[in-house]
């Protein structure tokens, strides 16, 4: 009985390595597709295509990478795509807006057919602070001269971040933001739009702003008066934090539930049915490419943040939104973003 152990544990032993081997020449010769939830040309698409452009080179087998951008309903439709119809076997993974987790519990009845605790997560390239910036034309110094003066500010889809946090601040903070929403794919549509003097302020990440309109931070053309994140980012040491700013128990729920998004700013995730073995070896190349010294001066360099997430982090913040937002707090953010 001791030796038909111990030659059950040596073939287990073997197959595992086949497996191992045979997972690591799955990638040789294929494939790799990354759907981006946004336009051409916004910050989601470029770190879309900095990571396919480098992220082969991790993975065994070095598979082509290739970026596809499907537009529509705040990356609604391509992490739907994702989750229902998209290749299984670990050639597609994808990258939706930093809202997700907020989108599915504030609006559970939303037209998705995702889970977002259900998608299995490559990990997040960079927690980026959002901020709200207003042009240097407006008179505008700080966020609580917008509660003072009314600012036009531009806005892509009414589930997306340009639209949702400044909706949550008049409502709940008192601000005068003129919402002018629509406007489509990214915000270079948006920033069009300011530079035109149709619109003067837009959110977004600071990310956005530095590597999009790198003219405008270097000129001081745009300020910034609030940012959503944990921690104030080292650009804007004297812009407050959007959490800093609650005033009772309620709004400081529903500022925590936004600044989720944060660790969700630029996060990659595979459909669930991805084999464990294709996970192993997509989550080891994102993380080695993450960690890579020469990949992250070179992306410093062309503006890019990178300050990595693993995914068990961006499970544990699923979990906590899952398990500590009050339903009483859903149910107040749900009429300010359906108004009109």
């Excluded at 499907?70 to 795509?81: E, F, I, K, T």
């Excluded at 939104?321 to 359906?338: G, H, M, N, S, Y």
């Amino acid at each position: 009985m001791k030796k038909l152990g111990q030659f059950a544990a040596a073939l287990l032993a073997v197959c595992a390595v086949a497996a191992e081997a045979e997972a690591q020449d799955f990638y040789k010769g294929k494939r790799l597709t990354v759907i981006a939830g946004s336009g051409v040309g916004g910050s989601y698409d470029l770190y879309a295509r900095l990571l396919a452009d480098q992220i082969g080179k991790f993975i065994p087998g070095n598979p082509s990478v290739i970026v596809e951008n499907r537009v529509g309903a705040g990356s609604r439709l391509a992490m739907n795509y994702l989750y229902r119809q998209a290749p299984k076997d670990g050639t597609v993974i994808g990258l939706g807006t930093n809202l997700l987790p907020f989108d599915q519990f504030v609006f559970p009845e939303a037209a998705r057919q995702y889970d977002v605790s259900k998608f299995q997560y490559l990990g997040n390239m960079a927690s980026l602070n959002g901020v709200i910036a207003v042009w240097h034309t407006t008179g505008v110094k700080t966020f609580e001269d917008v509660k003072k003066t009314e600012v036009i500010l531009g806005a892509n889809s009414r589930v997306s971040e340009t639209y949702i946090i400044p909706a949550v601040l008049n409502v709940m903070a008192g601000t005068k933001f003129k919402i002018v929403h629509g406007f489509p794919g990214n915000v270079s549509e948006i920033d069009l739009a300011i530079e035109r003097g149709e619109v003067f302020a837009r959110g977004g990440s600071w990310a956005s702003f530095r590597i999009s309109q790198a003219d405008w931070v270097k000129e001081k053309k745009i300020i910034p008066i609030v940012q959503n994140g944990s921690k104030r980012n080292p650009d804007l040491p004297d812009v407050p934090l959007l959490i800093e700013l609650a005033e009772n128990d309620e709004q400081r729920a529903i500022f925590n539930l936004l600044m989720s998004g944060s660790v969700f700013s630029r996060a990659f995730a595979a459909p669930p049915e991805v084999p464990a073995a294709q996970m192993v070896i997509l989550r080891k190349g994102f993380m080695d490419l993450l960690h890579d010294k020469a990949f992250v001066a070179m992306a410093e360099s062309r503006g890019f943040e990178i300050s990595p997430s693993s995914h068990e982090e961006l499970e544990k913040v699923i979990a906590d939104v899952q398990t500590t937002v009050k339903p009483e707090f859903l149910a107040k953010i749900r009429p300010i973003l359906q108004q009109e």
